[in-house]
Structures are given as structure tokens and as C-alpha cells.
């Protein structure tokens, strides 16, 4: 039972760390998120103007 528990709690892969692919692809999502966000905030503010 107490290895079931480790194995959940994730022990194993470096007390309780995120994997770097992980990390990296989650900041890639991040900033790829903002950029177009900007990129449709500048759309409809250029699409406002009269």
C-alpha cells in the first residue's frame, strides 16, 4: 500500500518536480496565448476606428 502512495504522489520522478518538456511546452503555450491575444486585441481596436 505505502508504494501505491508514492507512486501517486510522485516521488519518484525528483520530489514532486514538473518534467522540463512539460515546462517548456506549457511557457510555449503561455506566451504563444498572449500573442494572439494581442494579436486580436489590435484587430478589433483597428477594426473600431472610424
Known amino acids: 500500500m ?5 507512486s501517486v504522489t510522485g516521488e519518484e ?3 514532486g518536480k514538473f518534467p522540463k518538456g512539460l ?3 506549457l511557457f510555449a ?3 504563444a496565448g498572449h500573442v494572439f491575444a494581442g494579436f486580436l486585441y489590435l ?3 483597428m477594426g473600431g476606428q472610424k
Open 2 to 6: 505505502s508504494e501505491k502512495s508514492a
Open 13 to 15: 520522478r525528483g520530489e
Open 23 to 25: 515546462v517548456l511546452r
Open 29 to 31: 503555450y503561455l506566451i
Open 43 to 45: 484587430l478589433f481596436e
